[in-house]
């Protein structure tokens, strides 16, 4: 891993939940380490300096996570050292771990970390906690803005419950973290589901039962259009964060008597310019479909716990 591709927390050997002292301490003593007048070099001091000054500094900290940072360009670290660096981007294949007998892991196995987390042998400070990163789901919804604040937060809480009952007990490496600020807008992803080197990114709707027609652009029920959250753009400035992942989105419409299998959405053609890389799903089809896109990526019993990690940052 290069300097250049290390995150604020990466130069300081911080945790991503380190306190504002602990923050403090890790500069006083990298910046001993780096400072010329002992030997250091002034680059490295200069990135020590950087970095302190943007997290000990609370709102810049919170626009340098919500921005999910990987380095001081933005960009993904390269590497696979233990504790700091994560996979190369594009390195879909090269990222398959296999057990003994070289027999391919599947999605139900037991999570792997990688990097792991290796207690007998520590060689620096971990991205997250273990405990952190062993937990299944992070963070649940907030009340954001004044109107419909409630009726969003018990939509949320229902996906929330129908991805936990329904999709992390089969994938144990699947981690769903809530309320992700959107990089593309000053809006919100309300959940995201990890798996190994796939994310899928995953909005709500509840609509009436019965049919509705989905032409890429608008769900039409009874000559009445309803425009499903705009996703798109938020999918494809996570694919340009996230280059190592393969990143979908998907609008799970929900049925207010909790039918997993209403409202029934028929797919017609779709015209020029109709919304490709968002799915609309009822329920039944977002846990069908979520099991089988996230079960059929590369280590799919893998944790990768520099994107989770990044993930995690950019909370709200």
Known sequence: MTESSSSHYQVLRVA???????????????????????????????????????????????????????????????????????????????????????????????????????????????????????????????????????????REMRTVQLLARQVLPAIPAARLINGLQSPADNSHIDHAVLSGYRLALINSMLLPKGAYAWDGRTLNHGGRAVAPPQL?????????????????????????????????????????GALESVRIVNAAGLVRGLKEFLASGPAPNTVNVPVLARLLRGMH
Do not use: C
């Open 16 to 154: 991503v939940t380190a306190t504002e002292k602990e923050i403090k301490v890790a500069y006083r003593r990298a910046a001993r380490k780096a400072h010329p007048d002992h030997g250091g070099d002034a680059a490295a001091f200069r990135r020590v300096t950087a970095a302190y000054e943007t997290l000990i500094d609370p709102q810049r900290r919170k626009a340098y996570d919500r921005s999910y940072a990987a380095g001081t360009a933005g960009g993904a670290s390269s590497g696979t050292g233990p504790h700091f660096d994560a996979p190369a981007a594009g390195s879909r294949a090269s990222a398959t771990v296999h057990r003994p007998g070289n027999a391919r892991n599947t999605a139900g196995d037991p999570a792997v970390y990688i990097p792991p987390y290796d207690e007998a042998h520590p060689t620096g400070v971990p991205l997250i906690p273990f405990a952190q990163a062993r937990q299944q789901v992070h963070g649940m919804p907030r009340k954001r803005g004044i109107f419909g604040a409630e009726a969003r937060i018990q």
């Open 232 to 272: 798109g753009a938020v999918v494809r400035a996570m694919q340009d964060i996230f280059p190592e992942l393969n990143v979908t989105g998907w609008t799970v419409v929900l049925s207010p008597d909790g039918n997993l299998h209403e409202p029934v959405i028929d797919h017609h053609r779709r015209p020029a």
